[in-house]
């Protein structure tokens, strides 16, 4: 509901906008009360952009052939963000710097928004507004290039998330003209997406040095909040996952290689069912993907399912994968609308529930903090955020009955969930390490960037799967990986909010009540409090500490023993 702005307000261009900054620059603050309201104030207007540029993101990545909202995003990204920028430093700076902050950071929520404004504050740099739209357009180009992806098939022009489904086919010499027609096709863009990347590590890193850093790392380590842990600590994370995940993957991926009874096991056996039985089949199309999902949540809690609910009747789900829409999934809260919204690509497998629960657990966390203040306090940071989404991939579990009503089917359902975890994990490591490297090393050439890729690569492999002869795939396995273009650095949270996230799995297994209590009170918080108190009050530690992996892993393990 607005209070500030007109109902009829919209933003067309950026002066509409800066015309309300302005006014917002030029207010007097007398008083705590005058204070109180220029902050809600504020927050209304940052919700308003907030979901403004939303639908612009939104309609774009749903249909990236349509030139219109192409063009809409674009002129977010390139006219109105960059006048916004100095803007919105200057209202940061009239915030943090008010007479009367001081005395409202003995509130915890207004400490922890308080502290991140100071943190942008000392990060601006006028000079960086063009390099970051200059960024955006590279990552919308990128976009473009994954969303254009396809191969024929029979006839038909299919997607590769939809091509990807016959890897998990019992055909195996199916699978393997699957697999090569899919690299290939993946292959006809590397040149372009390498160009894209080089460009995209020096404008990142000409940008940290305008802001005073040495290299971009350590630009986004403060631009991400990262207030609770360091660089170091994301290494000492990546050791714990080599040691004490990685010895799990292989265990995995030699009991398949058993099973299959293969000499050597290929990129082409590892989503098929080692028993060669068929691939799970959970739905049909997007619409019983998401009434099997709201009967699952209800299962769980008749909140959780109330919540999808919500947004179905709404409207305000895109589930299907199709020509010419973007890779990927994601959940965009709508800030002024309280709501949010689900992207995802459904093509009719299990991966494809995991992802709605996994959307779901940041829906919900959505509702959840809709009655918070101010819009600020709604910005959790990944780790948080992902804490729920990544617990509800676990906890829906229960409900998957829903999708599997034979009881071999969910066991098996069930069984790949926890493997895709134990192999999740290592990727995650994977992935960030690859991102330290990149920027601490800034200058390195593209050779020199395949090569640290394939030495992490294998640090973090079970080294199971034979790539004999098909290194290429290997090579450039991080292009598909939208984290590394799009938003650099965020991934390693994954991690920590999978460890999080087991953790609340684990609690529940002890006393379903009480975890399933705590989960929905964390949620509830939003960025109110440190990240570790927040994971407090979801029942678990924010540790990534070697002993507390494998105290986890023994945990996984034994679930997945159980169910095998």
């Not at 029979?154 to 199916?174: C, H, V, W, Y």
């Not at 729920?388 to 098996?412: H, I, K, P, V």
Request: with cysteine; net charge negative; glycine share 4%.
């Amino acid at each position: 509901m607005r209070n500030y702005l007109k109902p009829d307000f919209k933003i067309e261009t950026a002066e509409d906008i800066s015309a309300v900054f302005s006014e917002l620059l030029s207010r007097e603050i007398n008083s705590p009360e005058d204070y109180n309201q220029f902050l809600n104030d504020v927050s209304e207007v940052d919700s308003h952009v907030s979901e403004d540029m939303a639908w612009r993101y939104i309609h774009m990545t749903c249909d990236t052939k349509n030139e219109e909202y192409e063009k809409r995003y674009l002129t977010f990204v390139q006219e109105i963000q960059p006048a916004l920028a100095p803007l919105e430093d200057q209202l940061n700076r009239k915030i943090a710097e008010n007479p009367f902050a001081e005395a409202k950071t003995s509130e915890p929520a207004f400490f922890i928004y308080h502290r991140s404004l100071k943190s942008a504050i000392e990060l601006f740099r006028e000079e960086n507004i063009s390099l970051q739209a200059e960024l955006s357009t590279l990552a919308q180009e990128y976009s473009s290039i994954q969303g254009a992806m396809s191969i024929e098939w029979e006839g038909q022009e299919i997607t590769l998330q939809k091509a990807s489904n016959f890897l998990m086919d019992p055909n195996r010499e199916l699978r393997e003209k699957i697999w090569h027609k899919i690299q290939e096709r993946r292959a006809q863009d590397i040149d372009a997406l390498e160009n894209i990347f080089d460009q995209m590590v020096q404008k990142r890193h000409q940008l940290a040095q305008n802001a005073g850093f040495d290299n971009y790392r350590d630009y986004m380590f403060k631009a991400l909040g990262r207030f609770d842990y360091t660089s170091n600590d994301c290494k000492a994370f990546h050791t714990a996952i080599e040691n004490h995940v990685v010895p799990v993957l292989k265990q995995v991926q030699e009991r398949r290689k058993s099973l299959m009874g293969l000499d050597s096991l290929k990129p082409w056996d590892t989503s098929v069912d080692p028993l060669n039985r068929p691939a799970l089949k959970p739905f049909t199309n997007g619409q019983e993907l998401l009434d099997r999902g709201i009967d699952a949540l209800n299962q769980l809690d008749s909140f959780f399912g109330g919540c999808l609910t919500t947004m179905k009747n709404k409207q305000l789900l895109d589930l299907e994968s199709r020509v010419g829409k973007a890779p990927g999934g994601y959940n965009y809260p709508l800030a002024e609308t309280n709501m949010p919204f689900i992207f995802m690509n459904a093509t009719g497998n299990l991966r494809d529930v995991e992802t709605l629960v996994h959307e779901a657990g940041h829906a919900i966390h959505s509702f959840q903090m809709a009655p918070l203040p101010l819009n600020a306090y709604k910005n959790t940071p990944s780790e948080v955020a992902e804490l729920a989404s990544m617990s509800m991939e676990l906890l829906s579990m229960e409900g998957w009955n829903y999708y599997f009503s034979d009881a071999t089917e969910l066991q098996r359902a069930k069984a790949e969930q926890i493997e895709g975890i134990i192999g999740t994990l290592p990727w995650i490591a994977t992935v960030d390490a690859f991102q330290h490297w990149i920027y601490e090393n800034p200058h390195h050439s593209r050779e020199e960037r395949k090569a640290a890729w394939k030495s992490i690569q294998k640090r973090f492999s079970s080294e199971s799967v034979d790539y004999t002869g098909f290194e290429t795939a290997l090579d450039f396995a991080w292009h598909k990986q939208l984290h590394i273009f799009e938003v650099p650095f965020y991934y390693v949270e994954y991690g920590f909010a999978q460890l999080g996230a087991i953790g609340i799995w684990k609690n529940y297994h002890e006393n379903r009540n009480l975890a399933i209590e705590n989960y929905k009170h964390f949620m509830t918080l939003g960025y109110t409090q440190s990240i570790p108190e927040i994971y407090k009050a979801a029942g678990v530690k924010f540790d990534f500490s070697a002993e507390y992996i494998r105290d986890l892993m023994i945990f996984v393990n034994d679930q997945w023993l159980k169910i095998v």
